[in-house]
């Protein structure tokens, strides 16, 4: 399955994901890596918008957001 992750490093007054031109899609081979690579991206400072697969899978910035929130809060603390 391909993903196609939505990004871009520019925030938007409006909050909406912005014309093409500014958005840069990646593409990865499984929705993990999708993910993965996601939050790596917004804790970097990016805006992910969304992550769309050809299967039909789509999902969007707040939900994204909230999904790299709950794995960051999975990781135990370095000691």
Known sequence: M???LFC???P????????HP???PANMDSMG???N?????INGGAIVW??????????ERIDIETECRRREAEIPPKP
């Open 37 to 41: 690579t996601a939050c790596e991206l």
């Open 50 to 59: 969304k992550i769309k697969g050809s299967d039909g899978f789509m999902m």
């Open 8 to 10: 871009s490093d520019v």
């Open 2 to 4: 391909a993903y196609s």
């Open 33 to 35: 890596n999708a993910i």
């Open 12 to 19: 938007t007054p409006s909050g909406k994901m912005p014309d």
């Open 22 to 24: 500014r958005v840069v």
